[in-house]
C-alpha cells in the first residue's frame, strides 16, 4: 500500500489515491480514500485495512502497521477504533 503524491509534500493537494493489490486475481489499481476501512484493534491480529477488489470483487483484508495507519489516516480512509 503506497500513497500517490507529488515529492517532496507531507499533505498532498488534491484527492489520494492509494496503489493497492489482490492477492485473489493478482491485480494491481488505485483506491480512493472513500474504498477502503481501518479497523486498529488491540493487537496485531485485530488492526487490518479492507477493500472490494474492483476487478474480481474479492474482498480483500490485510495487516495494517503503523506505517500503513499513519499513511492511511492522513490519507482520509474511515477508521474505526476498538477497545
Not at 494491481?28 to 479492507?50: C, K, M, P, Q
Request: glycine share 10%; with cysteine; charged share 15%.
Amino acid at each position: 500500500m503506497s500513497v500517490i503524491s507529488t515529492p517532496g509534500t507531507t499533505v498532498p493537494a488534491g484527492p489520494v489515491s492509494f496503489k493497492a493489490a489482490c492477492p485473489d486475481c493478482t491485480a494491481r489499481f488505485e483506491l480512493t480514500a472513500g474504498a477502503l476501512r481501518l479497523a486498529i484493534g488491540a493487537s496485531r491480529r485485530t488492526t487490518f485495512y479492507s477493500f472490494t477488489c474492483p476487478e474480481c470483487g474479492a474482498s480483500v483484508r490485510k495487516h495494517a502497521g503503523e506505517r500503513i495507519i499513519e499513511l492511511l489516516t492522513g490519507g482520509g480512509v474511515s477508521t474505526l477504533r476498538s477497545v
